[in-house]
């Protein structure tokens, strides 16, 4: 018996509920039973799932000093300039048909969260 996981591509957009354009398994997402038209939501042909792969930093041993040494700054990771291209045009044809759909919006924003007596199987949203 083989248990095949696909992973789904989820986008916010960025601008309603800060979700960026990323790569996600299937067993982390809840469906619904509300309906968007995505038919003319266009996904750039990049965006697949070697557009998602990390690039792999070289290991290098650390001397003892590097090893001990005090950062005192943090680095932060920059967003190669395609997936930042990629987000842009994802999220300006959502946010079309989102405006295009009353109510959609609202309910994008909004926080979602489990308690533990709720089941979400049970739910109707």
Known sequence: MFLVLTSLRVAGPYKVNGVPLRRINQAYVISTSTKIDLSK???????????????????????????????????????????????RAVDKALLATIKATPGVRSYLARLFTLSSGDFPHRMRF
Do not use: M
């Open 41 to 87: 939501v266009t996904v750039p042909e990049n965006v697949n799932d070697a557009f998602f792969k990390r690039a792999e930093a070289p290991k290098k041993k650390k001397t003892e000093e590097e090893f001990f040494a005090q950062k005192d700054e943090k680095k932060g990771t920059l967003l190669p300039h395609e997936r930042i291209l990629a987000q």
